[in-house]
């Protein structure tokens, strides 16, 4: 499978979201967006933790989003 220029554009960043036993979070952010494309809604106790469940939320986006005719071809 052909990784498109729009996915290569995508990243997961890890932030700690507040104190506590679950302080992390993830963002999927497009290059040069001023805003994250999704959020999670859960916090994680690592950031390896938070750093899985964003890599896995930004592999069903990838293959959720159309796919142009010349990514197709």
Known sequence: MRVSKEALALSVVVRRV???ATPFGWEVHHAGAPR???VSVEWFRSMEAAYQA???CLTDLIAKRPRSSREAA
Do not use: F
């Open 54 to 56: 964003g890599q896995a």
């Open 36 to 38: 994250p494309l999704q």
């Open 18 to 20: 507040h104190g506590g």
